[in-house]
């Protein structure tokens, strides 16, 4: 067999794996498009779901001001309807906004009809005739206009709480699905069901058969529609045979409200701009590979000996793991010359892959080290806080006792004074976990940097020369105030160490964003938009070893006794759990930069949390549950509160305190540390207490939480973070229990 025809043969076999890879990528690429125009589908629907949803909360905000109108607060028919129809001007997505009197019968109406019309029999007005400050709602066809729209009702009643009058506007939802049809460039189809099967809204082409008034009840795309959540999409067949694919909203707001959302597409629509690529790809892969065989049968009746013995070579060095071999200049011309840049190429490509495996391995190796520290920082915090809890509200109780010995309540003083320290110590190791409790707040930065200036340039001392910079219009971010100004002083603090002969600091706040190729101090890449906070110093720097440990807890450059070393471990976990990132930069003696990046703030947050007020008489008489898994501390808590005039139950878990419940009737607050063994976490059982006692107060406590304290939906709970004094438990308590029920 000839030398050209083994090396045809060759390439030929050696083609046969990479094309076949390649063609199952495209395969792969052509079930990833339609998977993601099948989600699509349902995203579609939940985005209508959700404008809806905003709709909704809008209209009831309108009632909400209108319930205030002097205008509606009267019997003049006329004027009251002249008003609603000024009104309703203003907002012409609703068909029609009217009052009803509380016997059912309308008053007056925005289309000045003038009808009189009896609506007890609609669902929405007997379920608003029972609400406080709430909508009810009802998709129905509207018996002014014919038209199918989402009625919107809310009760608007006297200073006493009798009803006065309902208010009820008429949600055009004919002119919502056709809005959505636009926006979505009639791709697709889009139909409103209500609960009954009837269809409110129907796509206007595409051979939709059952018209708007119509029922789809019995049919699979109505049980699709109406079955439990978890199936986002579904095909389905009409009876003409056409086949479609139903995007469903799992909105369980619109659900409740008896409203059903599908956005729909051509099942043959959807897969044809797929199948039309992959066929494109596949001719692409056919076309490339005939001609490349055509043009090596041509060349290989060249002289190809010695270029093959080239190849030949190198493939041999790849073989050995040799990725640095290369075959030398100058190549042929034509396909041997294109192989043994390929080769080349290929031997560089993986040099670089080895490289880049062996740096992913470090990084993860450093991930894995700092989240290894992280859960025992934590850990450790949490059991230190229990104990802290009960050494600090002891040496309370002691330095009552011992008032009239000053040298026993300077001990005892000592002692409280010690525990605090600790408790700094586990807030400390809690940031660089990232389980610390934050409080974020949507905040200038820059403005809380230009209120530490005095107290940095204090810090720093005469000797350091301090400049800030603020770049105008700086985004806002959500951070812990507290917690961003914790960070700063201990940046500024190890700055003003490094320079004990002087120097300059600059502190300088900017927005900026950041690409695949900026990392943070372990390598990852965060891209997106960021507000940056840089503290730069010009002082000794710190050596490549030394800076790949900086943010380890504990460890430290400085004399025992000088530091704790979990200065940079706090700022790179509060930066962490805020959200951000840290980059350090630093050389031996070209000084260091340090740069926090907490993420632009894109939505208002919602309001910060109170803080818990401060009630002039702390002491109380109430029935409080206690639920604390540590002896030690359940027995403080239990002192503490019966000093104060409570009386107290007391268990270790969940199920037994569930038992309390069950049996005794006269408690007023459930006090419940949030992580306890047994199964049942402390939000857990406060839901199922709330459950068994509607109106029951909720106090949590917790040294740490593995995740932030998620209150139940309806359940008026505060939090008190161990350790915690005398007063702060007395303040908090009073605070749970003086809280209204919602």
């Not at 009802?138 to 009798?162: H, K, N």
């Not at 320079?499 to 943070?520: A, F, I, Q, W, Y």
Request: charged share 25%.
């Amino acid at each position: 067999m000839s030398l050209r025809t083994r090396l045809l043969i060759l390439v030929i076999a050696a083609m046969l794996v990479p094309a076949s890879l390649v063609g199952l990528r495209f395969v792969q690429n052509r079930t990833s498009e339609i998977d993601a125009a099948l989600a699509n589908l349902a995203a579609s629907a939940d985005d209508i779901a959700s404008d809806l949803g905003e709709k909704i909360q809008g209209t009831a905000q309108l009632h909400y001001g209108l319930a205030r109108a002097r205008d509606l607060d009267t019997r003049d028919k006329a004027a009251c309807s002249a008003f609603l129809s000024d009104v309703r001007e203003e907002y012409p997505q609703f068909t029609g906004i009217l009052t009803i009197d509380p016997d059912g019968r309308l008053f007056c109406d925005s289309l000045r009809t003038n009808r009189t019309l009896d609506l007890n029999d609609r669902g929405y007005f007997r379920e608003v005739k029972n609400l406080h400050g709430v909508v009810a709602l009802e998709p129905v066809f509207g018996r002014l206009t014919g038209l199918s729209v989402l009625q919107i009702a809310y009760p608007v009643r006297s200073e006493t709480g009798a009803l006065k009058f309902v208010l009820l506007a008429s949600f055009n939802l004919n002119k919502f699905a056709e809005f959505h049809h636009k926006r979505l460039l009639a791709e697709k189809d889009i139909l409103f069901v209500d609960a009954r099967g009837t269809v409110l809204a129907a796509p206007k082409d595409g051979g939709w058969s059952v018209p708007v008034g119509g029922s789809i009840a019995g049919s699979d795309l109505f049980r699709f529609a109406s079955g439990p959540d978890g199936e986002p999409f579904r095909e389905i067949t009409d009876r003409g045979g056409r086949t479609q694919i139903w995007g469903v909203a799992r909105s369980p707001a619109i659900r409740k409200a008896g409203l059903t959302i599908l956005v729909g597409r051509s099942k043959d629509g959807l897969v044809a701009a797929a199948n039309r690529r992959l066929y494109e790809d596949m001719a692409i892969l056919a076309v490339a590979s005939l001609l490349l065989l055509a043009g090596l049968w041509i060349l290989t009746t060249v002289s190809i000996g010695r270029q093959v013995g080239r190849l030949a070579a190198m493939a041999k060095c790849l073989g050995r793991g040799d990725l640095s071999a290369r075959i030398a200049e100058p190549h042929p011309g034509g396909e041997l010359g294109g192989l043994m840049r390929l080769l080349n190429s290929t031997a560089e490509s993986l040099e670089q892959q080895r490289a880049a495996i062996a740096d992913l391995s470090h990084k993860l190796s450093q991930s894995q080290k700092m989240e290894a520290m992280g859960q025992l920082t934590g850990g450790v915090a949490h059991d230190f806080n229990n104990l802290l809890t009960v050494i600090l509200g002891n040496s309370e109780h002691l330095a009552d006792r011992l008032a009239g010995n000053e040298e026993l309540r300077g001990i005892a003083d000592d002692i409280a004074t010690a525990a605090e320290r600790g408790s700094d110590l586990t807030r400390s190791l809690l940031a660089f976990a990232r389980k610390q409790p934050l409080r974020p707040r949507e905040i200038d930065i820059a403005e809380q940097v230009t209120g530490m200036t005095q107290l940095l340039q204090r810090t720093l001392g005469e000797h350091i020369e301090s400049s800030f910079t603020f770049a105008p219009d700086l985004w806002l971010a959500s951070v812990d105030p507290g917690q961003l100004a914790t960070a700063v002083l201990n940046l500024v603090l190890n700055a003003r160490d490094a320079m004990p002969d002087g120097g300059k600091l600059t502190v300088e706040v900017r927005n900026t964003s950041l690409g695949e190729s900026d990392l943070d101090v372990n390598g990852e890449p965060r891209p997106g938009d960021y507000v940056m906070l840089a503290v730069k110093d010009t002082g000794s720097g710190m050596s490549s070893e030394v800076l790949g440990r900086a943010f380890e807890p504990f460890f430290t450059t400085k004399e025992v006794g000088k530091g704790t070393g979990l200065g940079l471990s706090m700022v790179y976990g509060f930066a962490q759990q805020s959200g951000g990132l840290v980059q350090m930069q630093s050389e031996p003696g070209q000084g260091s930069v340090v740069r926090l990046f907490f993420p632009r703030l894109a939505t208002s947050p919602n309001e910060a949390p109170s803080a818990a007020e401060r009630v002039a008489a702390p002491e109380g008489h109430e029935t409080i549950l206690v639920v604390e898994d540590d002896d030690m501390v359940r027995a403080y808590v239990e002192n503490e509160l019966k000093a104060l005039g409570y009386r107290v139950i007391t268990t270790a878990n969940g199920p037994a305190a569930l038992d309390v419940l069950r049996r005794s009737a006269d408690i007023q607050l459930l006090f419940t540390d949030v992580v306890m063994p047994g199964g049942m976490f402390g939000p857990e059982l406060a839901r199922q207490a709330v459950q068994l006692r509607p109106g029951l107060k909720v106090l949590f406590t917790s040294g740490y939480s593995q995740d932030p304290v998620k209150t139940p939906d309806g359940i008026d709970a505060r939090i008190l973070t161990k350790p915690f004094r005398r007063k702060d438990l007395a303040a908090m308590l009073r605070a749970a229990l003086s809280e209204p029920r919602r």
